[in-house]
C-alpha cells in the first residue's frame, strides 16, 4: 500500500509557472513508474505526464510536451511536475498515480494508487 500526497497548487495568470509535487509513503519498494494526470469539470481524466522511478524513461502528452517537465528527487520517492508557460486550458485538479508495473505510461488503468489532487487554476 503506497500513500500519495500532491501539492504545490495554486491559483496563477497564465505565462506563469508552478512547481507540483507528490511524495509517496509506505511500501514503496516495487513502486516502478509515477504519474501526472489532470482532470477539469465535465471532462474525463488525462494522463499528462509519467516516469519511471530508475530515471530512465519519461512521458508527455502532446499538449503539454515542452513546457512540463517531470523529475524526481535521490531517494525515488517524491516527484515534480513542473509547468511553464501556463495557459487557461491547463486549468484542473491534477493527480498524482503510482504502480509497480514495469513499461508504464500514460493510461489511468497502468496505476495502483492515487493522491488526492492539487487544483491549479489559470485566469488570463
Known amino acids: 500500500q503506497v500513500q500519495l500526497v500532491e501539492s504545490g497548487g495554486g491559483s496563477v495568470q497564465a505565462g506563469g509557472s508552478l512547481r507540483l509535487s507528490c511524495a509517496a509513503s509506505?511500501?514503496?519498494?516495487?513502486?516502478?513508474?509515477m504519474g501526472w494526470f489532470r482532470q477539469a469539470p465535465g471532462k474525463e481524466r488525462e494522463g499528462v505526464a509519467a516516469m519511471s522511478t530508475d530515471g530512465r524513461t519519461t512521458y508527455y502528452s502532446t499538449s503539454v510536451k515542452g513546457r512540463f517537465t517531470v523529475s524526481q528527487d535521490s531517494a525515488h520517492n517524491t516527484v515534480y511536475l513542473q509547468i511553464n508557460s501556463l495557459k487557461p486550458e491547463d486549468t484542473a485538479m491534477y493527480y498524482c498515480?503510482?504502480?509497480?508495473?514495469?513499461?508504464?505510461?500514460?493510461?489511468?488503468?497502468?496505476?495502483?494508487?492515487w493522491g488526492q489532487g492539487t487544483q491549479v487554476t489559470v485566469s488570463s
Open positions: 498515480a503510482e504502480t509497480n508495473r514495469y513499461g508504464c505510461g500514460l493510461s489511468t488503468y497502468d496505476y495502483n494508487s
Open positions: 509506505g511500501y514503496t519498494y516495487t513502486l516502478n513508474c
